[in-house]
């Protein structure tokens, strides 16, 4: 059955049209045919000779290759077969690695690709296509495996590939590495100029905050002015706060000098008596104890000269009852 998923790859069925800001897919990529893709993805993780034959018989790599030039903004698509081609390109199996190099002619599409992008870029209102970043990605792996498998070096000791790795991967890797947040091309950063190349990489240190305005110090100027101006407003209302704190204790201590006679009678009464704890008045205690007759003589005028004024008195208190 693999051989009819291939075919769905290669023939997929009637679909609408969709036409979005990049152009129209006719017919757009679909979700069973990147399905079937992850299910070839998945097959060629088992590393199985068998299978891997199959799938060279079948021409899947040049399939899924062809695929990934076609939807140039599929980033789902790019990725899966980015992944699927190092994988082949990083395992054991030499003639799959061949059938890269053969069936895919991975290097001259690689070429070709760049070759068009800048030619792509150049027109307004444009920017890079999608697959750019994982081709370059694609190439660095390829250079990478031709260090150590010296069968590759039939394919990558080509004249046209020697030049693109100097003259477009390595400037590429180089802007890729230094960029920096803010420096980007509005197209990807993919096209630059010489004079880049030779700019120093920045420091912590070069990143610096500068005003706009050339008048920055005057407007520091101003703020300081406006704090002072505040902090002397608050002082001045601190001061009239305490002076009319001041203002209200005179007024207090005029008002308590003069007392109407009958509240200085009752603070003398009260001042010149004692309440022990048990919540009876008593008299002074420097003066010598009387007799009981004497006491009740002055119970009973006390009660003859009850009023407003002392009627707190020993004999008139209802906590004390009278004779106790």
Not at 9 to 17: I, Y
Not at 290 to 295: G, V, W
Request: hydrophobic share 30%.
């Amino acid at each position: 059955r693999l051989g009819e998923l291939v075919d769905v790859l290669k023939n997929p069925s009637n679909m609408v049209a969709i036409v979005n800001s990049t152009g129209t897919l006719d017919p757009p990529l679909g979700q069973n045919r990147l399905k079937i893709l992850e299910i070839m993805h998945s097959l060629f993780e088992l590393k199985m000779a068998e299978v891997d034959t199959k799938m060279i018989e079948l021409k899947v790599l040049p399939t899924c290759l062809d695929l990934m030039f076609k939807y140039e903004w599929h980033n789902f698509l790019h990725n899966l077969v980015k992944s699927l081609l190092e994988m082949v390109i990083q395992g054991e199996n030499e003639a799959l690695k061949r059938s890269l190099f053969t069936d895919c002619a991975i290097l001259e599409r690689i070429i070709k690709a760049h070759a068009d992008n800048e030619e792509h870029v150049k027109l307004p209102k444009t920017c890079s296509k999608g697959y750019m970043g994982q081709l370059r990605l694609l190439s660095n792996v390829i250079v990478k495996e031709a260090q150590t498998e010296t069968w590759m070096e039939e394919y990558t000791e080509k004249e046209d590939w020697k030049n693109f790795v100097k003259n477009q991967l390595d400037p590429l890797n180089d802007l890729n590495d230094r960029r920096q947040l803010g420096r980007s091309k509005p197209h990807g950063g993919q096209s630059h100029s010489d004079d880049e190349d030779d700019l120093p990489i920045p420091s912590s240190n070069d990143f610096e905050y500068h005003f706009r305005s050339t008048d920055y110090q005057e407007l520091f100027d101003n703020d300081q002015e406006k704090d002072e101006d505040l902090v002397e407003h608050e002082l001045a209302d601190d001061d009239d706060e305490d002076d009319d704190e001041h203002d209200m204790d005179v007024d207090n201590t005029e008002s308590g000098n003069s007392e109407d006679p009958e509240s200085a009678e009752l603070s003398e009464s009260v001042n010149a008596m004692n309440v022990d704890t048990s919540g009876k008045a008593v008299e002074n205690t420097q003066k010598e104890p009387e007799s009981s007759d004497a006491t009740e003589e002055e119970s009973n005028s006390d009660l003859s000269e009850y009023n407003d004024i002392n009627f707190w008195k020993p004999s008139l208190n209802w906590f004390s009852p009278k004779g106790q």
